[in-house]
């Protein structure tokens, strides 16, 4: 594939965060979270002795396998997701590529009791911002489409505001950079607005961000499951790691928990099956 899919979709990212800034200003989407309800805890959710945790993805189509579901209707896959057994939910908010809407966080979160993660390319601290105004619980941020300075400051605005950070990488390169991040929350004093107040007893010297392992290459949407073989070795067993794309039978999850991974992201699996839930028992053996 010769295009550069990631390049492409992060470009258009860019015009929608502009449109998105004219409909919703910076100044008064920081006003908005200040008296929101605690977010809940996603990296927390994922740690689970001796299990394999899953964190089901609700999509409607995707650059690589185009329309996923006909039926789709987030509220209901969600309903099926905690009923099957899930652990987390990650939602696609991107328009173009996966037919995501930011607004299907809510109705998401409104439906089950699950922490949400917002999925999508985030560029700036508006939309960290934004994803806690309409209801994530967690990010993800792709260490391939920004800096150490870049995710530092998104990590530490998301942390400031309750929400975990799930950071994705893909190469050994980008997996180097991100363990070398060591952030500190943010010092007390100036705070960003909204900003939830951390009591003296609970500091902590460092931010835990979750490590997502992605065998998808985005820029040429290729698939090779041995990214994580790769990886996983290099990565501090006290840190919680996700495998995400490719995963698509129960022997595949049960390499991953062998492995010692904490969880999974399955989307495309379980968006193409008749029977969601049964689909997840299956692949998950539960």
């Known amino acids: ?111 089950v009791n699950l922490p949400i993660l917002r999925k999508d390319f985030i560029l700036q ?54 363990l070398s991040l060591k952030i500190a929350p943010l010092a007390a004093g100036p705070e960003p607005e909204g900003a939830i107040k951390k009591s003296k007893d609970k500091e902590k010297k460092f931010i835990d961000f979750a490590i997502g392992i992605n065998n998808r290459d985005l820029h040429t949407l290729e698939v090779d499951p041995k990214i994580t073989e790769k990886l996983y070795i290099l990565i501090p067993k006290e840190r919680t790691v996700v495998v995400e794309s490719g995963l698509k039978s129960s022997q595949d999850v049960l390499f991953l928990k062998i492995l010692g991974v904490n969880a999974v992201l399955i989307g495309s699996a379980f968006m193409q099956a008749p029977d969601i839930i049964a689909k997840v028992h299956e692949m998950m053996g539960w």
Request: charged share 30%; proline share 4%; aromatic share 6%.
């Open 1 to 111: 594939m010769s295009k550069d899919v990631l390049k492409e979709i992060v470009l258009k990212k860019k015009e929608k965060i502009l449109i998105a800034k004219q409909q919703l200003p910076e100044e008064l989407l920081t006003v908005k979270v200040k008296d929101l309800a605690p977010a809940r805890a996603f990296i927390a959710a994922l740690n689970k002795p001796r299990q394999i945790t899953l964190i089901a993805e609700i999509k409607k189509q995707s650059p690589s396998a185009g329309l996923l579901r006909e039926d789709f209707n987030p509220v209901e896959i969600a309903k099926a997701y905690q009923e099957a057994g899930a652990h987390a939910v990650s939602v696609l908010t991107e328009e173009d590529n996966f037919s995501g809407d930011i607004n299907y966080i809510n109705q998401v979160k409104a439906a």
């Open 125 to 178: 601290p508006y939309q960290i911002y934004e994803s806690r105004y309409f209801g994530a619980d967690a990010v993800l941020l792709i260490a391939d489409i920004l800096t150490k300075e870049q995710l530092t400051q998104l990590i530490q605005l998301a942390d400031s505001l309750g929400l975990d950070s799930l950071v994705e990488v893909h190469t050994e390169k980008e997996l180097k950079k991100i």
